[in-house]
């Protein structure tokens, strides 16, 4: 991945707007590239730690890796998810979770009823458990209360063009509710 000087500092820009603490940013690293951040970029500063991180992610043609683990695991972060939608080709909706139905497509109920499903048909448990069938960490998404996780759940899939496997999902555990 070719970048200009103005797109790597969009990066570095929204990788620290996503991740304000060396901690959270050696996390990402360490689950989401299985490297260790002190090792690619030493000691420092914030913004110089997330400097070396991005030259040594374009060194290596990981950049995009980077850019993609960095927004899956902070999908909450405005700015994160602008540059990844920018900076990320398109790519084919993930196997994970429940296939669609067979037949043809599934008709597809508006975000807010999907929202509505979640919010009255799940237990806060079950929707937990919803997000990890379909691999995704609930605590990434934002918010404390069921309501605000249903509705953070049902954004984060539209802006991957998934709702479809949302839908899925939901009819798999609890029949045609939406």
Avoid: H
């Avoid at 500063?45 to 950049?63: K, P």
Wanted: aromatic letters at 4%; a negative charge.
């Amino acid at each position: 991945m070719k970048l200009s000087g103005a797109q790597l500092q969009q990066i570095l820009s929204a990788l620290i707007s996503a991740y304000p603490t060396v901690g959270a940013l050696d996390r990402m690293v360490s689950f989401g590239l299985d490297e260790n951040l002190q090792a690619i970029a030493g000691n420092g500063n914030l913004n110089d730690v997330v400097f070396e991180l991005i030259r040594w992610a374009q060194a290596r043609g990981r950049l995009e890796e980077l850019v993609r683990e960095a927004s899956e695991q902070n999908p909450g972060n405005p700015e994160l998810q602008a540059v990844a939608g920018s900076f990320l080709p398109a790519t084919a909706p993930s196997p994970v979770g429940p296939p669609a139905p067979a037949g043809g497509p599934i008709a597809m109920p508006d975000r807010v009823a999907i929202r509505n499903g979640l919010r009255d048909r799940f237990s806060a448990e079950e929707l937990r458990t919803l997000c990890f069938d379909l691999g995704i960490d609930i605590e990434n998404l934002p918010g404390d209360t069921k309501p605000a996780k249903a509705q953070q759940l049902v954004e984060y899939m539209e802006r991957r063009g998934q709702l479809d496997r949302l839908v899925a999902a939901i009819r798999a555990a609890r029949g045609p509710v939406i």
